[in-house]
């Protein structure tokens, strides 16, 4: 076997276990939800489940091109996109969960709430922004995009720092796990530390 069919082989399983990995714990989920399973408080259940889901997904793809480097296993980074687009999808499961069954679809509710609480207002900006990332993550978006589309997509480092923030700030209580994801997220940070700079001056351009 070739080194280029190691290499298709190995990506290939790879993101069939990704998909398992991913989908798997949704549809238990939902149907635990379904049959009543969930506990005192499924909503909230659920829509923590999913927004954890989401930021573990958002790590994981920031550990991709460390480990890609340390271990000389190039072919992780293609499965970078794959990881990302379903942190966008349990991303998006949390946000329309909260929406359907903790607002009951109250649109004006919803915006108020975006406004008034500063956590949720920075939770939808980083959903914004990680939407963003979604629609322009397909080849053909990213060629016609040019220089400018890693510029959009450094924003990665951007909303899990505003993720760990609305994860901090949503805590009422039991602050251990939300502090244990902003070390995780300095620390993968921290492997950018080139990159962060690099856009926070094109935000912040140094005037010496």
């Known amino acids: 076997m070739n080194t280029k069919l190691k290499t298709s082989t190995k990506v290939f399983s790879l993101k069939v276990f990704i998909h398992l990995a991913a989908l798997l714990p949704i549809v238990e989920l939902y149907y635990l939800a379904f049959i009543d399973q969930l506990g005192a408080d499924p909503v909230q259940r659920v829509i923590h489940f999913t927004g954890i889901g989401a930021f573990n997904l958002l790590l994981i793809t920031l550990l991709i091109s460390p480990l890609a480097k340390k271990f000389k296993q190039g072919y992780l980074i293609q499965v970078r996109r794959l990881l990302g687009l379903y942190a966008f999808s349990y991303a998006f499961m949390h946000v329309l969960n909260f929406i359907a069954f903790d607002l009951q679809f109250a649109w004006s509710l919803f915006f108020n709430e975006v406004v008034e609480r500063p956590y949720i207002s920075i939770g939808m900006v980083g959903f914004v922004l990680l939407t963003l990332l979604a629609i322009t993550s397909h080849n053909t978006l990213r060629r016609k995009m040019g220089k400018s589309w890693q510029h959009l997509h450094n924003f990665n480092y951007l909303i899990v720092i505003l993720?760990?923030?609305?994860?901090?700030?949503?805590?009422?209580?039991?602050?251990?796990?939300?502090?244990?994801?902003?070390?995780?997220?300095?620390?993968?940070?921290?492997?950018?530390?080139?990159?962060?700079?690099?856009?926070?001056?094109?935000?912040?351009?140094?005037?010496?």
């Open 163 to 208: 993720v760990a923030i609305h994860f901090y700030w949503s805590v009422k209580s039991e602050l251990i796990s939300p502090l244990f994801y902003i070390v995780l997220t300095v620390i993968l940070l921290s492997f950018r530390y080139k990159k962060l700079k690099a856009m926070l001056l094109t935000f912040f351009p140094s005037n010496t």
